[in-house]
């Protein structure tokens, strides 16, 4: 795994490959370790600017992956040639952990979603070892966790959305006794197959976002239609003060 890290906003971000970090979720499940993992996008960036506790939160993780194509671009653009290689997108990381914790016949605990979501999971997933299943609408964190210790799961898959899992998880890492918390937000409707995925050529340039936009525009007006421009502005400014500086 490539250990280079970028820096944006005060959150330290692993450059790393599919393949890398898959290596370590199975060193860690492997040899009984412990391990957290997050992911940024510019949507999580964004979050930082009007939530800094999200930075904290994210610094207690053990790995935070780039998600997206906005955070390649600014991690180059930021620190020229940092990131190199096809981008990372949890949409196609999900699927090869899944295949990764079947082969490796681990016991996965998911918390998060809907109950019609989590309900697909196994079927959608032939010979995973599903040990619990929690939606992230109704819960009580004591209740959570211990049925989360009770199941005996190796990993644990938290898709609360972000801050809301990043805080979670920070909150309660220490007292969960999965080798590996990994965060995925909406991922857990990959992971379902009930998030449809945009075309294979919108994919390749970086550009599935606009599928989602096209696809629910009321749901995703904010985060790209706006999100998207105030991302670009304020790397932009990071890059000026960097210079500076």
């Known amino acids: 795994m490539n250990n280079r890290t970028v820096n944006i906003n005060d959150i330290n971000i692993n450059i790393t ?3 890398g970090l898959l290596h370590q979720i199975s060193s860690a499940l492997d040899n009984k370790g412990r391990l957290c ?3 940024t996008n510019a949507n999580s960036i964004n979050t930082s600017y009007k939530l800094p506790e999200l930075k ?5 993780f053990d790995i935070v992956h780039p998600d997206g194509i906005g955070i390649k671009l600014a991690a180059n653009f930021l620190y ?10 949890g949409s196609d990381l999900y699927p090869l ?11 996965v605990f998911f918390f998060g979603n809907t109950d019609e979501v989590l309900g697909r999971i196994a079927g959608n997933n032939h010979g995973l070892q599903v040990a619990g299943l929690h939606n992230g609408y109704s819960f009580d964190d004591e209740n959570v966790i211990t049925q989360i210790n009770r199941s005996q799961a190796e990993i644990l898959v938290v898709g609360l959305g972000t801050p809301l899992q990043e805080r979670w998880t920070a909150k309660n890492m220490e007292r969960i006794s999965c080798n590996v918390i990994i965060c995925v937000g909406d991922g857990i409707s990959v992971i379902g197959g009930t998030r449809q995925r945009g075309p294979a050529f919108l994919r390749v340039i970086g550009l599935e976002w606009l599928y989602r936009l096209l696809s629910s525009p009321l749901k995703y007006f904010k985060r790209y239609v706006i999100g998207n421009p105030l991302f670009l502005y304020r790397i932009i400014t990071l890059k000026m003060l960097k210079l500076a500086g």
């Open 56 to 60: 904290k939160y994210l610094g207690k």
């Open 37 to 39: 993992i997050a992911y």
């Open 17 to 19: 490959d599919y393949h």
């Open 97 to 107: 952990l899944m295949k990764e914790l079947i082969r490796h016949n681990s016991k």
């Open 80 to 89: 020229r040639g940092s990131y190199r290689g096809h981008r990372f997108t």
